[in-house]
């Protein structure tokens, strides 16, 4: 079992070679669909198996496409890792698509648009308490109940 500081070590060594297969190397044209990039990588404790999480920004079809075609690359991708990182058995690869960024920009989206209502609501809110005509009516009211008091 590897340590805990060789597995971080040799996840970000394989992150970059990816990342530098996906630039250049892989001759898919499925992948260069959409825009892809590596997020993360997990490797497991005994350095056999490896997660790579890739974000793909573009359409659902492009999304799907472009995971098609790095699971068809994955016999390429793992030849290409056990050319240029030296581990004594070469992990096998599994391509997984990271949503994380998709989901946090519909998030920011969300926020932005109650943020939106939220000043619109403030405004009228705002509007209604400055309405010069809603405050002639109070003070009328307050004048006339003082008339009477001064009749009786």
């Known amino acids: 079992m590897a340590t805990n500081r060789r597995v971080a070590r040799v996840a970000e060594l394989i992150r970059r070679e ?31 198996h490896v997660k790579v999480f890739v974000s793909i920004y573009g359409s659902d079809e492009a999304r799907t496409q472009t995971m098609e075609g790095l699971q068809s690359a994955t016999g ?23 949503l994380s960024i998709a989901r946090g920009a519909e998030v920011l989206s969300l926020l932005s648009q109650l943020e939106a209502k939220r000043e619109l609501q403030g405004d009228a809110i705002a509007a209604a308490d400055l309405d010069p005509s809603d405050d002639d009516d109070d003070e009328d009211e307050y004048d006339d109940e003082f008339e009477d008091d001064d009749e009786e």
């Open 18 to 48: 990816v990342s530098q297969m996906l630039m250049g190397g892989i001759k898919d044209d499925r992948v260069g669909m959409g825009m892809v990039s590596v997020t993360d990588v997990r490797v497991s404790g005994d350095l056999q």
């Open 76 to 98: 390429y991708v793992r030849r290409e890792l056990g050319q240029r990182v030296r581990l004594r058995r070469t992990p096998e690869v599994l391509f997984v698509e990271d």
